[in-house]
């Protein structure tokens, strides 16, 4: 099972500031099967990128996703007050696992 | 518009079956080939795959909970189910269905609301 393992556990940040998330995986996983979602308190998770990269629908361009083999980078420009959230990675390459998340939170 | 919803008993006792329905309206799952899956979250945790069907009936299941797990699907009724054996406090979770961007092992794009099942005496 490949493990996704993100860092840092919590990110304090200023709106307006560039927040820089890390997804590393346990072995190499295609870009095609990288995702990155976002949760807030009390909601399902969405999809904000897919195949490392790609946005996903109605996705601001604030947020990008890079990476490949075993290192992956979710990055938020500048952040918005909506942005305050959790993020996880998922691969879907080799079984389907998720990262234990990113908590953004207002510093 | 695509839409997801969980239903079934919040409340299991220990060593019992939980068991979960995702109905879904706005789409059929029959006349599309995607995995449609069951994610859940313990509370303040992270967030945890359990399995996926695809709308033929092939199953894939998470390795951790593979003994004890049954995923179905009712065509005729555009559901799929759950069905996780032996429950423990451990499964007490929030369960969400969800169906994935498109067909393949796509991530998911759209997720039902969420379904909190505490395991209990």
């Known amino acids: 099972e490949i493990v996704l393992t993100q860092s840092p556990g919590t990110l304090s940040l200023s709106p307006g500031e560039r927040a820089t998330l890390s997804c590393r995986a346990s072995?190499?996983?295609?870009?095609?099967?990288l995702a990155w979602y976002q949760q807030k308190p009390g909601q399902a998770p969405r999809l904000l990128i897919y195949?490392?990269?790609s946005r996903a629908t109605g996705i601001p361009d604030r947020f990008s996703g890079s990476g490949s083999g075993t290192d992956f980078t979710l990055t938020i420009s500048r952040l918005e007050p909506e942005d305050f959230a959790v993020y996880y990675c998922?691969?879907?390459?080799?079984?389907?696992?998720f990262g234990g998340g990113t908590k953004v939170e207002i510093k | 518009q695509l839409q997801l919803q969980e239903s079934g008993p919040g409340l299991v006792k220990p060593s019992e079956t939980l068991s979960l329905t995702c109905t879904v309206s706005?789409?059929?799952?029959?006349?599309?080939?995607?995995?449609w899956g069951w994610i859940r979250q313990p509370p303040g945790k992270g967030l945890e795959w359990i399995g996926s069907?695809?709308?033929?009936?092939?199953?894939y299941y998470s390795p951790s909970l593979k003994s004890r797990l049954t995923i179905s699907v009712d065509t005729s009724k555009n559901q799929f189910s759950l069905k996780l054996s032996s429950v423990t406090a451990a499964d007490t979770a929030m369960y969400y269905c969800?169906?994935?961007?498109?067909?393949?092992?796509?991530?998911?794009?759209?997720w039902g609301q969420g379904t909190l099942v505490t395991v209990s005496s």
């Open positions: 969800a169906r994935p961007l498109s067909s393949g092992w796509t991530p998911f794009d759209y």
């Open positions: 706005g789409g059929s799952i029959s006349r599309s080939s995607y995995y």
């Open positions: 069907i695809y709308y033929s009936g092939s199953t």
């Open positions: 072995q190499s996983v295609s870009t095609s099967y």
């Open positions: 195949g490392a990269s």
């Open positions: 998922q691969q879907s390459g080799s079984s389907l696992t």
